[in-house]
């Protein structure tokens, strides 16, 4: 059993390394890739990796009752929905703004948690949501209107946010089914790897992918830098946390993805995305600050549940 403090650390970690995955999209999409056939190396290569690991070191992770395949498969299809928009916003809108319309999830996940999980919705939480995501908004300049963005990208970033809540909650209900974060990883990316190949156009696809030695390293990092490492911490981030603190940590995803499109592409990083970049910090430690006095029993009268 993952305890709530290293599950917390195991998502911001998480965080922090899918918010660099624009690094190899752009790469890959400026050589010709579409948002499917990126996505389509990133789980093939992802796959790979795990069944080679899992063929080493655990073989038992292979097996899974039948009547939880629906479940699996809809984590899947649910990530697929989420990584093709995400990866559609990254190409047509700055990195930083595309990770805070994916950052919406964590509003999606806080009610999907709620309802189904019965997780209550804590003062705290709210606190750090609404914290988390107004620093996301300053990140990208929505308060200043110094972002340039679309109706179509902001739909599309939506999508993402809505879908990646879902994808959140199909993987911990995986979980809560008695399997191990290897075997639900395996079949996820099994899924969704059978979802993304037959519209990648393959040959085209593999083509690409050795078209220059600097695409080949970003098709390979893209699965396991930023797929298969942090998909691993994320499985340990549910393991110990509901689905709306993890949700809510991840907000270190847009502070990242902003970092990233400065450091690689030139993209600004101004006061207001510094302050923007603070009050992420602030969200994620005053959910950690919470994660410890829940650990050592120590309640927080001013944490109290809304109760249905």
Known sequence: MVGRTAAAICTVLCASIWGMIGISTRILSDAGMNSVQINAVK???CLAAIVIALLATDRGAFRVRPKDLWVLILAAATNVGMDVLYIQAQTIMDLSLAGVLLST????????????????????????????????????????????FSLLGISIGLGAGFGGALHTAFFKLSLEKGYSEQTVLLYIFIFSTAMLVPFSDPVGTIKLSFSSAEVLLASAAIGLVFTALPYYLYSKGLAGLDIGTVSILMFMETAMASVAGLLFFGESLSAHTLIGIAMILVSIIIMNWGLRESSSGNADPAAGEIKR
Not at 110 to 134: C, E, H, M, Q, Y
């Open 43 to 45: 789980s093939a290569v």
């Open 105 to 148: 999830n964590c509003y999606f996940a806080i009610g999907i948690s709620f309802l189904f999980f019965k997780d209550p919705i804590t003062v705290r939480k709210v606190l750090a949501a609404v914290i988390g995501f107004s620093g996301c908004a300053f990140a990208v300049g929505l308060f200043t209107h110094s972002a340039e």
